[in-house]
């Protein structure tokens, strides 16, 4: 009889372990999804309590987008989002890893069509992230800078406003301009964003990725489709 009551101990034991590791996932987590070549940061506030996740994530077209079909089990954690995007709302799916430190999920992310699919991991944000980054980042202003194309010199104006991650704006010198800043983003030291411009009966998607410095901006940019890309160095207007 005490055998029996060890063995159903033991079974219990090993049946909480992977609630208990799931549990681990509950907090703030950031990281970076590729979407066409450009780095879209997202946020994932995430809460786990019997094998249920739920919360929200921000940074995707639609945000904050809230956690939808949310499971934790031994495999991981599972979770659905909808976002809009062109018009079009798509249910965009996570599998996620936990890794064993606890300091990490590894995501793979896609639509649930199969039309779309990424990798991203995520990290878990300390408490003094935010204040942090708010501290090292401020890209609020007009940058000033040109990029070559086919040797020729083109000025741009990019005009920023930031608040809590998201940037809005828009940029002086292209064929369509002021060109209204889409998708913008801010995380840590990076900003990304895209912009729509037509040359020659065309519409192309710019995608702008920045990397913040003192008092400048280098910017790589190029079309969404890979076909050119350059870089260029922005510098904040009268710094």
Same mark, same amino acid.
């Given at each position: ?174 064929? *369509? !301009?002021?060109?209204? =800043?889409?998708? $913008? #983003?801010?995380?840590? %030291?990076?900003?990304? @964003?895209?912009?729509?411009? +037509?040359?020659?009966? *065309? !519409?192309?998607?710019? =995608?702008?990725? $920045? #990397?913040?410095?003192? %008092?400048?901006?280098? @910017?790589?940019?190029?079309? +969404? ?15």
């Amino acid at each position: 009889m005490k055998g029996i009551i060890r063995l159903v101990g033991l079974l219990a034991l090993l049946a909480a372990i992977p609630a208990a590791r799931a549990a681990d996932a509950n907090g703030t987590w950031k990281g970076s999804v590729d979407v066409n070549g450009g780095s879209m940061p997202l946020v994932f506030h995430l809460t786990v309590a019997n094998g249920t996740v739920t919360g929200t994530i921000e940074g995707m077209p639609t945000t904050p987008a809230e956690i939808h079909e949310g499971k934790a089990d031994a495999d991981g954690i599972t979770f659905s989002a909808n976002s809009d995007y062109q018009g079009q709302t798509y249910k965009v799916v996570f599998h996620g890893k936990l890794a064993p430190a606890g300091d990490e999920i590894a995501f793979t992310v896609g639509t649930d069509d199969g039309s779309w699919s990424s990798q991203m991991t995520v990290e878990r944000a300390s408490a003094a992230a935010p204040a942090a980054a708010a501290a090292a980042v401020d890209v609020n202003g007009a940058w000033k800078g040109a990029f070559d194309y086919n040797g020729t010199s083109v000025p741009q104006v990019i005009h920023l406003t930031a608040a809590n991650g998201v940037v809005t704006g828009t940029v002086e010198g292209l064929p *369509t !301009t002021p060109a209204e =800043i889409h998708e $913008g #983003k801010i995380d840590g %030291g990076t900003v990304t @964003f895209w912009v729509n411009t +037509d040359y020659q009966g *065309t !519409t192309y998607k710019l =995608i702008y990725k $920045g #990397k913040v410095a003192a %008092g400048q901006i280098v @910017f790589t940019l190029g079309v +969404d489709d890979g076909s050119w890309s350059t870089q260029m160095t922005a510098t904040k207007a009268g710094a």
